[in-house]
């Protein structure tokens, strides 16, 4: 405990990465307060139905990353989702068009332009999902008397502008934070509308199990205990890599290698999970298709059977699929995300290989087919985490708003944001520690 004040002593002492620490909390009470802010024309004292509505299931894990926002008709209730889709295609499409290919390989220059693309496609996307939200809170039971002005073009126009200029302004929220504060902007947005929910679904929870007698103080810490242990797992997944021995060649004068004289030893390490919560994002944009299925064919005993297995998102049919595609797009997303025969290149170039292993298209085999093996464990271990959630509430019954935090994207996005964001505040402090000895001149070593 002692050693932990003393971290945090030091952090405050080093005055860059106090104000970027300052600077991320204070971005960050924007976005919340914003996400409070109720679209004008809307009265908020009619928008229970959304809330309860919202509460659960697909929807409900939609408005777990707005972090609230979405069931408030909220200025940011598009969430930043739209940019992450965006995200998403620019980086598919990547794959196939030369275009973007060559902007990848430009540098700095070319990430940028990249980066307006995709801001660019952001925007498309919330010029078409801001009226498909306005006009579907009709479906999600929000009376009409709830539309003060009525939900004609004098509303929709001006209430459509806000929300994509709500969207805009949290994605520019998450750059200033990435560039100005600490840890990855976007992932911290999202990551504190999930745990804006949490409190609430751990109250409800507790209050289930209390004042219904279905297993009080006991059932609670049962189910805490696992959920720390849960978490455990999902910091194992994000962290755990498999270290492949590189040996370098010594170099000589004239810049070349010697033959059979050996320099220095190091590892590559491949990532159990190089994909991260990418598949189970995905995954789960591909199972909105069976309910629009079962929707074109709901006259249809086929049709409505589809309808009710697959509108569940906690159960078994659903998460039998569910699991299915996640580890489908784990190997997809790992073969287009970590480029073995570009390694492989890099090591030839530095004098590297693997020791029994011929440097080139051996070695990217080698590596290739080391990832393959690993890619498996971990996509199953990735799926277990995302289906994790409907086997709580089927074996333990708990409130579906709280079994989200067991596991799946909610968890996942929590851990890694968490990780991410305390190695960078490690990186300064090691750095500033390291440039104080420098200074100060004292202790240095003599290689």
Request: aromatic share 10%; glycine share 10%.
């Amino acid at each position: 405990m002692k050693k932990f004040f003393e971290t945090i002593s030091n952090i405050w002492k080093i005055e860059e990465l106090r104000n970027r620490i300052l600077i991320t909390l204070g971005l960050l009470a924007v976005y919340r307060f914003g996400c409070q802010i109720v679209l004008p024309g809307i009265d908020s004292n009619q928008l229970g139905s959304l809330a309860d509505e919202t509460g659960q299931g697909i929807f409900g894990l939609l408005n777990a990353f707005t972090g609230g926002a979405f069931s408030n008709a909220s200025i940011f209730a598009l969430g930043i989702m739209p940019y992450i889709s965006a995200s998403i295609v620019v980086q598919l499409m990547g794959i196939a068009i030369p275009y973007l290919q060559k902007l990848q390989k430009e540098g700095e220059s070319g990430r940028k332009t990249i980066n307006q693309i995709t801001r660019w496609l952001t925007i498309a996307i919330c010029v078409v999902q801001a009226p498909a939200y306005l006009y579907g809170l009709e479906a999600f039971g929000v009376p009409n008397s709830a539309f003060v002005l009525g939900k004609g073009i004098d509303f929709i126009i001006p209430a459509v502008i806000i929300l994509v200029t709500g969207c805009v302004f949290a994605m520019w929220l998450g750059e200033k934070i990435t560039d100005k504060g600490i840890g990855n902007g976007i992932s911290l947005l999202i990551m504190i509308g999930i745990i804006a929910t949490m409190p609430q679904s751990f109250v409800q929870e507790f209050v289930s199990r209390t004042a219904n007698n279905t297993g009080g103080l006991m059932f609670i810490l049962i189910e805490v205990i696992i959920w720390f242990l849960v978490i455990l797992a999902s910091v194992l997944l994000v962290m755990a890599t498999r270290q492949i021995p590189v040996q370098y060649a010594r170099r000589t004068a004239s810049g070349g290698y010697e033959k059979n004289v050996m320099g220095s030893r190091q590892y590559i390490p491949l990532k159990l999970n190089a994909s991260g919560v990418m598949p189970i994002i995905f995954a789960q944009a591909i199972m909105f298709v069976p309910g629009l299925i079962g929707g074109a064919f709901d006259e249809t005993a086929a049709g409505q059977w589809i309808q009710v297995q697959f509108s569940d998102i906690f159960g078994w049919a659903y998460n039998i699929l569910f699991g299915l595609l996640i580890i489908i797009f784990t190997y997809f997303y790992t073969a287009i995300t970590v480029p073995t025969n570009k390694m492989a290149d890099d090591l030839k170039r530095s004098g590297g290989f693997i020791p029994g292993i011929r440097p080139g298209k051996e070695t990217g085999d080698y590596l290739d087919k080391i990832m393959s093996l690993i890619t498996l464990p971990g996509s199953i271990f990735l799926a277990l985490l995302a289906v994790l959630p409907a086997i709580v509430v089927k074996l333990m019954d708990v409130q579906a708003g709280w079994a989200l935090f067991f596991g799946g994207t909610s968890l996942l996005i929590m851990v890694g944001v968490a990780i991410d964001t305390v190695q960078q505040v490690n990186a300064y402090l090691l750095n500033r520690h390291y440039d104080g000895l420098m200074k100060s001149g004292k202790n240095r070593k003599v290689a």
